[in-house]
């Protein structure tokens, strides 16, 4: 099974950007799809976003606002989220996730199962 480890938390202030990275572990990365979730103080975790096996296809919660993309290398077995034009409302923990996938189609949030520790994201105003 995939072990994920995210990167590139941190404190923002309202506008800026930042990069968060998930690494996994494993030979096989390229067989899992991968997602990104966030969980905010007091709420439920909530999906973000979900790209496929390959990286070709993508799908986000709220594709109208624009300001998230997932990414992903598999040669490097990561997975990337670039969040822009950020508000003190994205503040949260994000985790990443994985799913042994059999398709190349990006995952609904109920298909995933493995999840990373979490990297705190805090936008100040």
């Known amino acids: 099974q995939v072990q994920l480890v995210e990167s590139g938390g941190g404190l923002v202030q309202a506008g800026g950007s930042l990069r968060l990275s998930c690494a996994a572990s494993g030979r096989t990365f390229s067989s899992y799809a991968m997602g990104w979730f966030r969980q905010a103080p007091g709420k439920e975790r909530e999906f973000v976003a979900s790209i496929s096996r390959s990286g070709g296809r993508a799908y986000y919660v709220d594709p109208k606002k624009g300001r998230f993309t997932i990414s992903r290398d598999n040669a490097k077995n990561t997975v990337y989220l670039q969040m822009n034009s950020l508000k003190p409302e994205d503040t949260a923990v994000y985790y990443c996730?994985?799913?042994?996938?059999?398709?190349?189609?990006?995952?609904?949030?109920?298909?995933?199962?493995?999840w990373g520790q979490g990297t705190q994201v805090t936008v100040s105003s």
């Open positions: 996730a994985a799913t042994f996938y059999y398709s190349d189609y990006p995952p609904a949030a109920a298909q995933f199962d493995t």
